[in-house]
């Protein structure tokens, strides 16, 4: 079974920056894709950014510029660092794996999520 776990949310004034990591466990071959999405209250969860095994990324328009995915294929660990935070950045930011067992199956597999607020 494999498992995610998410670290580094919280709360941040405006302009600040926060560091999320997503840590997967378990028995697996490989992670093909890594990703981040959000959900803000009343709106519908959307994707921030992903990343793949080789490491080629791609980012929601309106995160262009201010955040970085980035991952640790050693650790089997993604990590989303955000700069130059905004109100509507406020949302609870889920990690997200495409994941292969040995046995061939490749599935999706969410984290808990962790709960990031932007506020003065």
């Known amino acids: 079974q494999v498992q995610l776990v998410e670290s580094g949310g919280g709360l941040v004034q405006p302009g600040g920056s926060l560091r999320l990591s997503c840590a997967a466990s378990g028995s697996f071959s490989s992670i093909h894709i890594m990703g981040w999405y959000r959900q803000a209250p009343g709106n519908q969860r959307e994707l921030v950014a992903r990343?793949?095994?080789?490491?080629?990324?791609n980012y929601a328009d309106s995160v262009k510029g201010r955040f970085t995915i980035s991952r640790d294929n050693a650790k089997n660990t993604v990590y989303l660092q955000m700069n130059s935070m905004e109100l509507e950045h406020t949302a609870v930011y889920s990690c997200?794996?495409?994941?292969?067992?040995?046995?061939?199956?490749?599935?999706?597999?969410w984290g808990q999520g962790t709960q990031v607020t932007v506020s003065s």
């Open positions: 997200n794996t495409v994941t292969q067992l040995s046995s061939g199956y490749v599935y999706t597999i």
């Open positions: 990343i793949t095994s080789s490491g080629a990324t």
